[in-house]
């Protein structure tokens, strides 16, 4: 098993630009959800998914937007890019037997 | 709203043990995760409490009392390795059961 794979690693954009972060996993989980990371304020949920064709905002859901149409892929989308976006986005995944949470390796963007 | 508190930062000498607290006040209370991340990677599973008591494994043991809002994170033996951020999660009720995140404790162990 991957388990929980992102792409790309790395991403550079500029002020306005749109793009999609990936993220899929192939442990069949139910739930998966988008966490963005800044110094000094921990993991903030962005957007979350309890099943195929259902999504849900979480704590700083602004300029993102999310959809879930299989149960493999959750990808995130950035529509216009802002400075404040600049972070590290990590996905994560949990089935339905445990509460633990997988994460994938992380996307690291600057918005210049 | 949720409130969950844990130090900034802490360092450790090589071979001690440290004890990493974290405080939480929210709204319902199903368990609380401990996370590992080392930096520039992903963070990882380390312990889950739901009842109060001290669950031990290995080198690392994770306490709750769920009557304080309290937990810790207990490391012994330190090693090196053990450089990383600690991060507290409590999971609340509701439909998603996604946990609320702390801003994570910097630990840095030196020899």
């Known amino acids: 098993n991957a388990g929980v794979t992102q792409t790309p690693k790395f991403q550079v954009l500029k002020t306005g630009q749109s793009m999609t972060l990936q993220c899929a996993q192939d442990m069949n989980h139910e739930y998966m959800s988008w966490y963005r990371q800044d110094p000094g304020m921990g993991l903030r949920l962005i957007h979350y998914?309890?099943?195929?064709?259902?999504?849900d905002q979480g704590e700083v859901p602004n300029g993102y937007n999310v959809s879930r149409s299989t149960t493999e892929d959750f990808p995130l989308r950035l529509l216009s890019a802002a400075p404040s976006q600049t972070s590290v986005y990590f996905c994560?995944?949990?089935?339905?037997?445990?509460?633990?949470?997988?994460f994938g390796p992380g996307t690291r963007l600057t918005v210049t | 709203g949720q409130n969950i508190d844990q130090p900034t930062e802490m360092t450790a000498t090589e071979g001690a043990i440290v004890q990493i607290n974290c405080t939480y006040q929210?709204?319902?209370?199903?368990?609380l995760f401990w996370y590992q991340q080392h930096a520039g990677e992903a963070p990882t599973f380390l312990s889950y409490?739901?009842?109060?008591g001290l669950e031990e494994k290995g080198r690392f043991s994770s306490f709750l009392s769920r009557s304080k809002g309290y937990s810790y994170l207990l490391l012994k033996e330190l090693q090196m390795k053990d450089s990383a951020s600690y991060l507290c999660?409590?999971?609340?009720?509701?439909?998603?059961?996604?946990?609320?995140f702390g801003r994570g404790t910097s630990l840095i162990v030196h020899p």
């Open positions: 998914s309890v099943g195929a064709g259902i999504t």
């Open positions: 999660a409590v999971l609340t009720p509701g439909g998603s059961y996604i946990p609320t």
């Open positions: 409490n739901v009842l109060d």
């Open positions: 994560a995944s949990r089935g339905t037997e445990s509460y633990e949470q997988y």
């Open positions: 929210t709204s319902g209370f199903n368990g």
